[in-house]
């Protein structure tokens, strides 16, 4: 199986998108907007910013395993 380990993280308050190296034993719970400044958060349900934001979900995720 392969793991992602990037993932294009998308600002949904300005649409602003970054490639972003993701961890492979870790959440990542907060990330700044580049564009906006806005820091984001999982949404309800989500594990991480990748999993909500991203286009690909976390490296945990994509093993079954939730990380949060």
């Given at each position: 199986m392969n793991i992602e380990l990037q993932s294009t993280?998308?600002?949904?308050?300005?649409?602003?998108?970054?490639?972003?190296?993701?961890?492979?034993?870790?959440?990542?719970?907060?990330?700044?907007?580049?564009?906006c400044g806005e820091t984001l958060q999982p949404l309800p349900g989500d594990c991480c910013v990748f999993c909500s934001y991203g286009t690909a979900v976390c490296p945990p995720m994509q093993q079954g395993q939730c990380c949060g």
């Open positions: 993280l998308t600002c949904p308050l300005c649409g602003f998108a970054a490639a972003e190296a993701m961890p492979t034993e870790a959440c990542v719970f907060f990330y700044t907007c580049q564009g």
